[in-house]
């Protein structure tokens, strides 16, 4: 069952109403009895009473991307939800049985067109999410790549951004990976 949360956003100036539609678990996904909640190995959690077990609920893994030409950062623009029309870096959810990297490098190849090499690990940060709960993000640097940058999948557009002249950025960990990035390893590395 879907519920809706209204959010009111002021974009340049203007105010906007959103809906944002957050799913939650109402029925066991094994036996489909409906759940409830109850306090559980130190939390209170969706519970099936049929199956007499909690149903656990973690965070969901993503990569972002940063990818640059030593001196522009490469941001994609959002064609979805959330953050529909803002800037981000290229990048999604992790799919069952991929490493975080293959799940990097599929994402830049779908949104940019572009294959590249990892090149660092940038960090992990833990991100809420309106409509998602928890985003556990991974950051990595991408050291080279090939291919004619072409927008694609979440991505109706994208371009290179002077690192002191970035649009507004859609993910709180999206702009912590840029600041990593900026602040540690392109001055000393890249210039
Ligand atoms: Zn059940």
Known sequence: MLSGLLL??????RKAILTIKMRKKTNCLYCGAQLSRKFCEGAVRLFCE??????????????????????RLLLVKRSVEP??????????FMELGETPEQAALRELKEETNLTGRIGM??????????????????GYHIKSYTGTPKAG?????L??????????????SHKKFIRIYYSAYISDIFL
């Not at 999410?129 to 556990?136: A, E, G, H, M």
């Open 83 to 92: 953050k529909k029309g803002l800037w981000c870096l290229p990048g999604g």
């Open 153 to 157: 999948d979440d991505a109706s557009d």
């Open 159 to 172: 371009a290179y951004f002077d690192f002191d002249d970035l649009p507004e950025i859609a993910f709180e």
């Open 8 to 13: 009111l956003l002021r974009t340049r100036g």
């Open 50 to 71: 049929r199956c007499k077990e909690p149903i656990y609920e973690n965070p969901i893994p993503a990569t972002c991307l940063v990818v640059d030409d030593k001196k």
């Open 121 to 138: 690990l940038l960090g992990v940060i833990s991100n809420h999410s309106d409509r998602y709960n928890t985003v556990l993000m991974i």
